[in-house]
Each structure stands twice: as C-alpha cells, then as structure tokens.
C-alpha cells in the first residue's frame, strides 16, 4: 500500500489553527491587545473599521521587536514567552502558546511596523501567512499590527461573520474586558475614524466608571479580601443595579478575564431573596490566586478555567459577598472620593449583616396593556380547537377556567379539557398583536406627556446607532443627546415602566439582521418575550379570560412565536383511554 499520511504544508495547519484562535474579529483584537499588554505598553490605541471585517488596528507604546522576531512572530509556535515546559503552567503573561500572529496572519493582511531594538523603525507586510514585502519605517515608538480584510483567502468563514451589530458587540465586549482589568493603561478605541473611548490611566473605581457610566457609581460595592486560596477584590453592583441580561458580569482570575459557571452560582446564591425574578447581579470580581492550582487551557480561548479547590472557592466568594451586600446595607453610603482606600475589612462589622431587601415591582400588571378591550368574552367554540367528540351532556354552561401551578390556565369546550400555558400563550398573543401593528403601519405609537429619559452606556450608544431604523419602524420615537436617549413615543402594547428593559434586552441580545426572519418579526419576538406574563405569576379570573379569548383569536394559536406548543387538549378519548389503559 502505498503512503497516505502526509504532514500538513504550515499554511494549511495555520489556516486550521486558525479556527481555533480566530474565530471573529473581537479575537483578532485580543490576541492584539494581549500582545501589547504584555509588551509593557502604557498607551494602547485601537482603531477598527466595519465592525473590524475591514480593519483591526493595534498601535502601543511597548518594548517593540527584534528585526529576527518580526518574521518569527508570525512563525507558530514562534514565541518570546516560554522557555521551558513549566512555563505553561504559569499564567503571568497573557498569551503564552506563541501561535496568534501565524493564525491570524494566515487568515488575514497583515502590516506590522515597530520599532527595532529601540531604535531604527521596520515595517513587514504578510498576506495570508507570505512576506511581501519589508522596509524601513518612522515609527517613533513601540508596535503597529493593522490586520486587514480577515477571512479574505477563507470565504467561507468570511461569509460566516455576522452582522456589524453582532461583531461590533463582540469587538466592544472584548474592549471592555481588557480596560477593566488594566486600569494602569491608557486607551484609546477609534471606530470609523470615532474616538468612541478614551481612558486615561485611572483607577479601577473610574475606570468602571468611564466605561459604564456615571450612573453606576453609587452602586458599587468594595470587594477586598485574603485568604489562604486566594485574594479577592473588586466591586459588586447593588442588587438595585440588577440587570435582566448578565452584560455586567466580569470575573477575573490573576487579571484575565474568565467565565467560570461556579464562579457566577455562588455570587448569584449570594444575592438569593434580593434580586426580582429573572435578574441577574452585576461584578466586577478579582480573584488572584496561585496560577498552579488552576488549569487555564481547558477551552481553546481560555475563558474557561478549572480551580484544584473550587469547592472551597465557592464558599468564600459566597460568604465574602454576602457579607459585603451586609455591610453596605449598614453603612450604604460610600463616598469613593472620601475614602480612597474603599477598604472594608471583614472582621470590621462583628454582627451578623442584616438582609438588605429591595422593592419587587409588584404594580406590573400586562394586560393593562389592552386597557380598551372588553375581557367579558365568553370562549367560542368556534375558535377552539373542534373535535367531533363533546361534552353535551353536561349541563352546566358556565365557562369553567381556572389556573394550576400559577402556570396553567385549564378551560374547556364542548368537546375537550385544553391546558394552556399561560407564559407561551401571551407571548403569541403579543407577537401577533406587534407584528400586526408594525406591518399595517398602523397608529403603533403612542406620544408620551412625559418623555423618557435613558442613559446609555457608550456601548449600547453605539449599537443604537446600528438600527435606528428598526426602533423606529416599530413605533418608537428616540432622540439622542449625547448619551442621553430621549424616548417621546413607543410602540402600544409596551409599558411605559419597562420601556428601559424592552431597550437594553434589544441591545444586549444576538442580532443579525441578515437573518432569514425580518427585523419586524426579531423586534416582535423580543417584545413578546419580555412583555408577557411569566410562569410563576398568578392572575385572576379576568386575566385567565383574556388569555383563553384573545389566545383563540390568533391566527396561530398553536405555536408560540419560538415553535413551542402553546397549549394541550383531551377530549373524550383521551380522557377514557386513561382509565381503561
Ligand atoms: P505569544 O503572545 O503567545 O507569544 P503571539 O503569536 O501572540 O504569541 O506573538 C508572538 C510574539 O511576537 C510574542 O511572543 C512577542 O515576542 C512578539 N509580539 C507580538 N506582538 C507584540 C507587540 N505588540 N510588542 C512587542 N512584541 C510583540
Ligand atoms: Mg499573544
């Protein structure tokens, strides 16, 4: 038999490391922004056009290069961080596999300029992995990586990039991430020719601060303590800055940011009985611990990680931040401007930390929402689902419908006994009722007296900015100073109490408007989805009616807007198979 095994030329294995290492554009800067980090840089300036599919810009102020390690760089496993085995055990330096540059360059244009041995200035430019050309160059200081037109030699993977939106976000969180925890850096963040950020070299308090905006200020809560498995310090958000989506979620371990599902159980148990159904609390959380007992590399991009002790871990972040949401409930003011030191230790309070308790909304009431509608319809046959079989016999011709487990609403019709779910069931009747009012353009705005004012991090500023158009095609009428957003109308079936939500959950969530599904349709499944009645939620007979009408009047009312089978019947012979079976 003849040979068959071949070694793969190295552009090829590049080409398929790069899968692992470049997925999007937000790796590529990572990877970037890592590199210049752990090039002692003070000063980082990142410019990105087109949701970084055109361009991933990186300029630093670090050490710089040899004239040897700028071919090298791009050369896997080519790298200046590991000399020995062990090496990989520690964690010190950000990357530390040494096969970024190759796999972003075999992917990607690539024009790196830095300054050499301090120095004369050199630029290489490498398509696709080959040197194409090198000369000298002005560069006066540290490094410039331009990674242009990724996925250009991959059109596959090129076409897989989502919308701006989508990259954009990824970009941003990747940003985020990074500045957060390396507050001693100064950045700035440039999109389409935009200084969207500039960070000064601040502390992490101001940092969060810059990033997250003023409003998050009085809501942090100092974090700092040692113990025996590890350090930990940071902030967490007062459980009146809970979010429905967990975007202010950051968990850092020896300064690189991780998820860890462990991590975030034990803060979130910490937060047990003070957070309203369905919200999440928000950290920032520094643990430092001794790099061997951890495993970084259990997951290709290394946010995941494995403690040794992480049962232990787990009861210490518990306590610690228990007993911090304690303290603040004590003490609630923290003044950072007063006391720079925010050190609150943790013999300081002797008596066991009262619960702190906050409002739960209890005045939402969704179908305030159809305040014009009449809910005295009786269920019509006509509109349940028929079945030859009925139930003739019985006499009593009162609607009989009544809700089990706070999540079922039970009705019948001549022929059947229907269970109906009442979250799914809403949810449809919602979709139908936006969709309706989007496409028939109808009056589907409603000017408010007063205006709602929102401020928006600059992150979600800059989605915004990305559709615009799709916030006004559904009835919302927004205007924007600064960072401020200005809502003078929204569409009808939104509360005006959860007009805040309804904003932040579209701009936190995974859009892709060159999905199949249109915008309308993405705009009026979130909007259904957050608006409707939930599981858990008792309603009274004139709420369980409106649900059974209005549910039957749909034109699907089978499905829910995400295909999930809204309600079940029995009828005669279901009912008496069970007894016979
Ligand atoms: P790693 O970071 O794992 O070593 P990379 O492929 O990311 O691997 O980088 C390869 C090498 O290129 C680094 O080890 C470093 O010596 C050099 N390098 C990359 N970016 C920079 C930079 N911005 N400044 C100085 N050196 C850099
Ligand atoms: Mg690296």
Request: some cysteine.
């Amino acid at each position: 038999m003849t040979d068959i095994i071949k070694i793969l030329p190295s552009d090829v294995s590049n080409k398929i490391a790069a899968g692992e290492v470049v997925q999007r554009p937000s790796s590529v800067l990572k990877e970037l922004i890592e590199n210049s980090i752990d090039a002692n840089s003070t000063r980082i300036q990142i410019i990105i056009k087109d949701a970084g599919k055109n361009l991933i810009q990186v300029i630093d102020n670090g050490k710089g290069m040899s004239r040897n390690d700028m071919h090298l760089s791009f050369i896997k496993h080519a790298t200046s961080k590991i000399n020995k085995i062990e090496d990989i055990f520690s964690i010190s330096s950000m990357g530390f596999r040494g096969e970024a540059l190759a796999a972003i360059a075999s992917v990607s244009m690539v024009e790196m300029e830095s300054i050499i041995d301090n120095q004369n200035g050199r630029f290489i430019e490498i398509n696709g992995g080959e040197l194409l050309s090198e000369k000298d160059s002005n560069i006066q200081e540290g490094t410039s990586i331009k990674i242009k037109n990724i996925f250009y030699n991959v059109p596959a993977r090129r076409n897989f990039l989502k919308s701006d939106f989508v990259e954009l976000r990824h970009i941003l969180d990747v940003f985020h991430r990074l500045a957060i925890s390396h507050p001693e850096i100064e950045f700035s963040f440039i999109n389409n020719e935009e200084e969207i950020f500039y960070l000064k070299e601040e502390s992490l308090n101001k940092r969060i601060i810059s990033i997250f905006g003023e409003k998050i200020r009085e809501n942090l809560i100092p974090i700092n303590e040692s113990t025996q498995i590890a350090n930990i310090s940071g902030f967490v958000l007062k459980p009146e800055f809970s979010k429905k989506s967990r975007s202010n979620q950051f968990v850092f371990v020896n300064n690189r940011f991780i998820k860890s599902q462990f991590i975030s159980h034990s803060i979130s148990a910490s937060f047990e009985g003070l957070l309203k159904d369905g919200y999440h609390p928000g950290y920032f959380l520094f643990i430092e611990i001794d790099p061997t007992k951890i495993d970084v590399n259990v997951h290709p991009n290394k946010t995941e990680i494995k403690f040794d002790d992480d049962q232990n871990l787990y009861s210490i972040i518990n306590s610690l931040v228990k007993h911090c949401l304690g303290i603040y409930q004590v003490s609630p003011v923290l003044d950072f401007d007063k006391d720079p030191s925010m050190d609150i230790s943790y013999d300081q309070v002797k008596s066991q930390p009262t619960n702190p308790t906050i409002e739960i909304n209890s005045e939402f009431n969704p179908f305030k929402v159809f305040n014009g509608e009449e809910v005295s319809k009786i269920i019509n046959d006509d509109m349940a689902p028929s079945n030859e079989l009925n139930f003739e016999d019985d006499n009593n011709q009162a609607l009989k419908i009544f809700q089990i487990l706070n999540k079922f609403i039970v009705s019948t019709n001549k022929s059947s006994l229907i269970i109906i779910n009442q979250n799914l069931a809403h949810r449809r009747i919602l979709y139908e009722s936006f969709l309706k009012s989007i496409f028939e353009n109808s009056e589907n705005s409603q000017k408010l007296v007063f205006p709602i004012e929102l401020s928006l991090t600059k992150k979600q500023l800059l989605l915004y900015n990305k559709i615009i158009d799709e916030f006004k095609s559904i009835g919302f009428e927004i205007s924007l100073k600064n960072e401020l957003m200005l809502i003078e109308s929204i569409p009808f079936g939104i509360e005006k109490n959860n007009v805040e939500e309804v904003i932040e959950n579209i701009l936190n969530e995974e859009f892709n408007v060159s999905n199949d599904f249109s915008t309308a349709d993405f705009f009026a499944k979130r909007l259904s989805k957050i608006t409707s009645i939930k599981s858990g939620q008792k309603l009274n007979i004139d709420e369980q009616e409106y649900i059974v009408n209005h549910l039957f009047s749909c034109k699907e009312p089978n499905l829910s807007p995400d295909n999930k089978q809204i309600f079940i019947t029995l009828n005669k012979n279901d009912i008496e198979n069970k007894f016979n079976g």
